[in-house]
């Protein structure tokens, strides 16, 4: 049930009021001559937004709209992530054509609602964005900078639901435009384009970093979770290549089995071109917050602790199989800004966890947690940490508070 109690919007008819959280949904019109019932028979879907849009319509025509097509734009309107406003503005002016445009290619509407000017004076806009839904899709698409093809309607129709955003569809415009013929295929044989294939297309990745193969397994992938994966670890090895200060020989990916492989070779890589021994003899400053230690009847010490050197960060990364070891340089750096501890609870699996200082309020946040060999986490023990962290922070105020307090006193006397 969507959160929003109630919208009031001005059109020219009157005031158009949304009542979503009522037992039956009611889109209301108030007018002189009293309060007009228009859609008493809509139920929004389990957290949907209904979004502010405008009018420029006859009374007749507002009423049909509402009964006739009202049920599809909010329907068709809710699988989008962003931008509903103006999508929702562009359907309820340009009507039935603007709907079964979204129905067919929700990719294009949603580039003809972002191109659209909503400052227009509606009665512009509503003429504007009505001439524009009736073209052919060849001519939409010339008038949006697109080559206009049947082929690239495809290739749009190809973009899911939740990627249908203004900076993803520019990313594949630009993809399009530059008519790479190897993209173009790769892009014709993806059974999705989600936004990492686009992503994975860009100069950065392809073909150096990424195979013709990995980027249509990613295709594949419909799972968003599953896709935020993927990119997490490659986002994990782009940062290992940028802070190494020298060139490493990173093997492409041929498939998503290939992350873990390659990500093995290339934190090897890293250790040896920043030298272990290097590493081992780091110091590091105090830890901002002290570890503690948890009574337990194992054999094994639970707790929180800091890992205050450069040998123990190795050591922690051979034990858990993970790369924290290249932090090293970057906890130097960083002067107690960043910080790295190993956390292991009772007869729970340990885990690993960093520890970033906010620069604007000097406040601690956890900046990643990690598993043995990247696993996920036990969300027991990701909640310990978090609630480690809160009291540890809250505790570090009370003595500063007490220590400004005695102070103030002092100078008193």
């Known amino acids: 049930m969507s959160l929003i109690g109630e919208y009031t919007i001005e059109c020219n008819e009157g005031r158009l009021i949304l009542h979503p959280n009522l037992p039956h949904a009611q889109c209301l ?7 007009l019932p228009l859609c008493p028979r809509y139920e929004p879907e389990s957290g949907q937004y209904l979004l502010p849009f405008g ?6 025509t507002l009423l049909h709209i509402v009964d006739s097509l009202g049920d599809r734009i909010l329907q068709g309107v809710s699988r989008f992530r962003k931008n509903k406003a103006a999508l929702l503005k562009l359907c309820f002016n340009a009507g039935r054509p603007a709907v079964e445009l979204m129905e067919d290619c929700p990719a294009l509407i949603g580039l003809i609602a972002a191109r659209l000017d909503a400052a227009l004076p509606i009665r512009e806009y509503t003429e504007k964005a009505a001439q524009l839904v009736r073209r052919k899709r060849k001519e939409i698409l010339s008038s949006l900078s697109y080559p206009a093809s049947r082929s690239v309607i495809r290739l749009l129709r190809k973009i899911p639901a939740a990627d249908r955003e203004s900076a993803h569809l520019e990313a594949f415009r630009k993809i399009i435009v ?3 013929p190897g993209k173009i295929k790769i892009l014709r044989h993806a059974l999705h384009i989600n936004w990492l294939v686009v992503q ?17 397994e990613t295709g594949g992938l419909a799972d968003p979770e599953a896709i935020e994966e993927v990119w997490l670890r490659i986002a994990e090895m782009d940062r290992i290549i940028e802070t190494a200060g020298c060139e490493l020989f990173v093997p ?3 498939g998503l089995e290939s992350l873990e492989p390659v990500h093995d070779i290339l934190v090897d890589e890293y250790l040896e071109a920043r030298r272990y021994k290097e590493i081992a003899r780091l110091t590091f400053s105090e830890p901002p917050l002290p570890g503690m230690e948890i009574a337990n009847d194992t054999a094994v010490s639970c707790g929180v602790f800091p890992l205050k050197n450069g040998m123990e960060l190795l050591s922690e990364g051979v034990e858990m199989d993970h790369c924290i070891a290249t932090y090293a340089h970057d906890i130097v750096e960083e002067n107690g800004g ?3 501890y190993h956390v292991q609870l009772p007869r729970k699996p340990p885990a690993t966890f960093l520890i970033r200082k906010s620069p604007l309020h000097g406040t601690m946040r956890v900046q990643e947690i990690r598993g043995r060999s990247n696993s996920t986490v036990d969300s027991a023990v990701e909640l310990f940490v978090n609630d480690w962290l809160a009291r540890s922070e809250a505790g570090r105020d009370r003595e500063a508070a007490s220590g400004n307090a005695e102070l103030s006193g002092a100078e008193q006397t």
């Open 29 to 35: 019109l108030s007018h002189p001559a009293g309060i």
């Open 55 to 60: 009018y420029s319509r006859s009374m007749d």
């Open 178 to 180: 530059a008519g790479n």
């Open 200 to 216: 994975l297309l860009s100069e950065k990745y392809f073909p150096a970093r990424v195979h013709r193969s990995f980027v249509l």
């Open 252 to 254: 492409p990916l041929r």
């Open 338 to 340: 960043l910080y790295a």
